[in-house]
């Protein structure tokens, strides 16, 4: 993983114009939506999201796991 973060990936104006801005919108509406079903905060969301976020952390397990099984195939 110590060669993960040597490299720092920046996207192209195409993939923020495309699919980065459409899983923005989609990822947004998502949170809306679930946000009127379950009626809840704003605060709620937010720490939802940094639950999420922590799993793509450079030194969680889940991105750990991922490298390995991808050195391994």
Known sequence: MSGFNKHKWVPNEQDNLGPISQSYISIAK???NLQK?????????????????????????????KSF????I
């Open 30 to 32: 998502e949170l809306e």
């Open 37 to 65: 079903e379950l009626n809840c905060p704003d605060n709620f969301i937010h720490d939802f999201l940094g639950a999420i976020q922590k799993e793509w952390k450079p030194e969680s397990c889940k991105l750990k796991a």
């Open 69 to 72: 099984k991808n050195k391994n």
